[in-house]
Each structure stands twice: as structure tokens, then as C-alpha cells.
């Protein structure tokens, strides 16, 4: 008997959804825009939010590529910056060293400028010893890249240490802005996804006002009268959902040919992440989550001041 009333339970509800569906069906205009309405408002934030995340994995891999360098003084023969390059291969926080002579950097410098026949004519080698340093991994926060900077710049050999950070800490600076951004703003349009939803339903509960008198004077409970309203706002999350993960996709499938491109010219492997499973799974249950609440919160308003009289 219990699994008897289980059943019909289930079906009842089966039979509203399915009703509730039909009745967005029979209105196609108004439902239609109200759905995308929704998907726009979610895929704003959600498009944000994929792009913040890009820019973090790209501005850790430019993290991890940092290198601290270190210009040895030019009384330091070839043979000590060897020795202080060992050495400093066994600190901890340091993953990989190597020495440049000053006979390389020349050298190097002669391949990239193009200026062999001006540096011909120097008396001597301008250009000092390097040591180039790669911290480890777990080296990446901006005081430990500061305090490592700092100890290599009190060695005796050293006349200069060098680390360009501070293009990397404003990147960083304007990601944790741009995480408190997208987050009020996904705040604010969820809030008028609910004001959209709930406008929707107490419209919708005026043009069955008679209908719902009528259902209470025969008995109907206000779980019963409820029921279509929450199911008609779980539609309408749910499609917008839909809706704003394949307004997300496109819009990305739209830029990642120029940012590919762009990628390329920088001889980079960088590649936009997609992130279309989590937002299939994340937008439409967040749409879903929104449609409902809006839909109880509008119909536990309105159901009350309508009664038999």
C-alpha cells in the first residue's frame, strides 16, 4: 500500500511537470523571452568566470617560468661563478641553476641584436657573468620570491640581482579584483533572475486567480495550488541554464581562433580551458535552484491574499 501511494505521488508530480511544460509550450513568445532573459543574466557571470580562470592558469605558468638574476661583479673569474652556481643548486629553495660566462653573454647578445661590428670594436667585454636561478615550485608566492631575491643579493660576489615582479603581482592584484567583480555581479543578476521568475509567476497566479478560488472552495490545499507554480519556475531555471552554458560555449568558440593565434605568435601553448562540463553541470542546477526559489518565494506571497469568498 505504501509503495501504492509512492507511486501516485511520483506520478502526480510527473503529471504537473509535464503540464507545466505544456503550458510554456502553448505561450512560445513570452516563454521564449523569458528563458533567454535568464540564460543571458547566468551566462554574463559564468563567461566571466571562465575567463578569470584562463587568465589564472596563464598568469601561473608565467609564475612558475619566473628566474631570478644574478650579474656577478666583473673582478669574479669564470671559475668562482661555477663554484657560487654549485652552491647554490643545493639551497632548497632553488630548483635549477646555470652559469653564463661573460664570454656567452656576449656571445648571445651578439646572436640577438645583430650588432657584431659594434662590439667588435670594444676595448673589452662589457658584460658580466650571469647566474640565472628557477626557484622551486612551492617558491611562488611574492614574499618568498622577495626573500629568496633578497639572500642571493647579500652574496659578496653578486653586484646585481635582478627580478621583475611587479607586472606580476598588478596581474595578480587585478585577478583578485576581478574575482570580487564577477562575484557581486553574479550576486546581482541571480537577484534579478529572481525578480524575473517571481514577476512571471505572480502573473501568472492573476490569470488563474479564479481557477485557484475555485480549487481552494473544493478543498484543494495550498501544497496543492503550489505545485504547477514551483514546476513552471523550475522550467524556466532550468532551460535558462541551458541556455546560458551554450551562450558561454559559443562566445567562446567565437574568440578562441584569435586567442589561439595570439598564442602562437608568442610561441606559447597556451589554450583557452573550456570549462563546458563543469558549467553544463553548474548553470542549468544553479538555473534550476533560482527558478524555484523565485517561484516559491513569488507564490508564498500571492497564494495567501487569494481566497473563497
Known amino acids: 500500500m505504501a509503495l501504492f501511494n509512492v507511486d501516485n ?5 510527473a503529471q504537473v511537470a509535464l503540464a507545466s511544460l505544456g503550458d ?7 516563454s521564449l523571452i523569458t528563458v533567454l532573459v535568464i540564460g543571458i543574466a547566468l551566462a554574463l557571470p559564468a ?3 571562465v575567463l578569470q580562470n584562463n587568465i589564472e592558469q596563464l598568469s601561473g605558468q608565467w609564475q612558475q617560468a619566473t628566474r631570478i638574476s644574478l650579474f656577478l661583479k666583473d673582478n669574479v673569474k669564470d671559475g668562482r661563478g661555477q663554484q657560487i652556481a654549485e652552491q647554490l ?5 632553488i630548483k635549477k641553476v646555470d652559469f653564463q660566462s661573460s664570454t656567452q653573454s656576449l656571445q648571445e647578445f651578439r646572436d640577438l641584436s645583430g650588432l657584431g661590428e659594434v662590439l667588435d670594436s670594444l676595448p673589452e667585454n662589457p658584460l658580466p657573468a650571469v647566474i640565472i636561478i628557477e626557484p622551486v615550485a612551492t617558491v611562488t608566492a611574492n614574499d618568498a620570491h622577495a626573500d629568496l631575491l633578497q639572500r642571493l643579493a647579500k652574496l659578496q660576489e653578486v653586484d646585481l640581482a635582478q627580478l621583475d615582479m611587479q607586472w606580476l603581482q598588478r596581474l595578480q592584484k587585478l585577478n583578485e ?8 555581479l553574479a550576486a546581482m543578476l541571480s537577484l534579478s533572475v529572481l525578480l524575473v521568475i517571481g514577476n512571471t509567476i505572480r502573473l501568472a497566479i492573476l ?6 478560488k475555485v ?3 473544493v478543498g484543494g490545499t495550498n501544497a496543492f495550488v503550489r505545485r504547477p507554480f514551483l514546476y513552471t519556475g523550475f522550467w524556466y531555471g532550468l532551460l535558462g541554464g541551458v541556455i546560458a552554458w551554450l551562450t558561454v560555449l559559443i562566445a567562446l568558440l567565437i574568440i578562441s581562433g584569435p586567442v589561439n593565434q595570439l598564442a602562437a605568435l608568442y610561441e606559447s601553448q597556451f589554450s583557452l580551458h573550456w570549462l563546458s ?3 553544463f553541470i553548474a548553470l542549468p542546477l544553479c538555473g534550476l535552484f533560482l527558478g524555484v526559489l523565485g517561484a516559491w518565494l513569488a507564490v508564498g506571497r500571492h497564494l495567501s491574499a487569494i481566497e473563497p469568498s
Not at 9 to 13: E, G, I
Not at 24 to 30: E, G, H, V
Request: no cysteine; aromatic share 10%.
Open 277 to 279: 562540463g563543469v558549467l
Open 215 to 217: 480549487i481552494k472552495l
Open 207 to 212: 490569470n488563474r486567480k479564479t481557477e485557484i
Open 177 to 184: 579584483t576581478g574575482q570580487r567583480g564577477i562575484a557581486v
Open 47 to 49: 563567461g566571466l568566470y
Open 24 to 30: 510554456l509550450w502553448r505561450q512560445p513568445l513570452a
Open 89 to 93: 643548486s643545493s639551497w632548497p629553495d
Open 9 to 13: 505521488y511520483l506520478l502526480r508530480h
